[in-house]
């Protein structure tokens, strides 16, 4: 169906008439042509359409191809996914063939239809398949420092390529990130992406041994978690100030820490939670005594 069709169901389904949905923005014309796809609307007309029946974009979206998501975030996701698939089945041989078949097809894709977001993701997949060799992702970090506003895209490659940029460009992300971001702060959900970008950041600095960033950028979360007042952020606080510990080799404090976060996910009955975080737990121990780096977590929610 096209714009226009489905716009018609939703307006029909929602026992809206043409008139009542028209003003001087859209007429009662303008609309049922566009309806009947005779006519193509500006952006700003269309949205104005959607606001008038109560419908988002991306509830539009929805309903229009099955997701929110664009092309470039589903064929991303089913390249990882295609790597999960491989890396839990446990009793076959890890795909590399059918993996790096698959990440040549985006590569040529994006060669035919560029997509920003494509791009970036390749990089960054090329980015830790040569870890440890020059260059790092100049590119990326070039793009992120030139780009004054930074959207939730922005944020997201941030937190993706953290791990890989050394530390003086971490740090001069960090100090920015919320002076770049500034535009988002209206969005809903902004709040607690900051956060994750800062807790993502406190994990890349402990992965690499730079305890006292790690201790300035959790500082960093816990000032602006006063201000947030997002509950689940301030009870998840203790379990990565637990995180720097333990690699500080503060074992005792450590346990304390996480102890306080697991406790209350406990005590409100957020067992899955409980058990995701007990597990990292677990596995950030065996790693500590190992004389093993820490585990690196990009975060898009806890």
Not at 132 to 156: C, F, K, T
């Amino acid at each position: 169906m096209q714009y226009g069709a489905i716009f018609r169901s939703l307006r029909r389904s929602k026992g809206l008439t043409l008139k009542q949905v028209a003003d001087d923005v859209n007429s009662i014309s303008l609309i049922s042509q566009f309806e009947h796809d005779q006519l193509h609307i500006s952006t700003e007309r269309f949205i104005h359409l959607l606001d008038r029946i109560a419908v988002s974009f991306d509830e539009f979206q929805v309903i229009r191809t099955g997701t929110a998501k664009s092309v470039s975030e589903q064929q991303i996701e089913a390249y990882l996914n295609l790597i999960r698939y491989s890396y839990d089945r446990l009793s076959h041989p890890y795909d590399h063939e059918a993996i790096d078949q698959r990440l040549t097809m985006l590569e040529r894709q994006n060669e035919k239809r560029y997509s920003l977001q494509l791009d970036h993701f390749l990089q960054i997949r090329h980015g830790y398949a040569h870890f440890g060799h020059p260059p790092y992702l100049s590119g990326i970090a070039y793009y992120l420092q030139n780009v004054d506003q930074w959207g939730l895209h922005e944020m997201r490659l941030f937190k993706q390529s953290a791990r890989l940029f050394p530390l003086a460009v971490n740090r001069q992300f960090i100090d920015n990130v919320k002076r770049k971001s500034a535009l988002l702060a209206a969005i809903p959900g902004y709040q607690r992406e900051l956060f994750y970008v800062y807790f993502t950041a406190i994990t890349a600095y402990i992965t690499q041994t730079h305890f006292a960033e790690a201790a300035q950028c959790l500082n960093l979360a816990q000032r602006e978690a006063k201000k947030a007042e997002l509950a689940d952020i301030s009870i998840f606080l203790p379990f990565m100030a637990g995180w720097l510990k333990l690699f500080e080799g503060a074992e005792s404090e450590a346990a304390t820490l996480f102890d306080q976060t697991l406790t209350l996910y406990h005590q409100l009955g957020m067992k899955h939670h409980e058990t995701v975080w007990q597990d990292v737990r677990r596995s950030e121990i065996a790693h500590y005594k190992a004389n093993e780096p820490s585990d690196f977590f990009v975060f898009d929610g806890i």
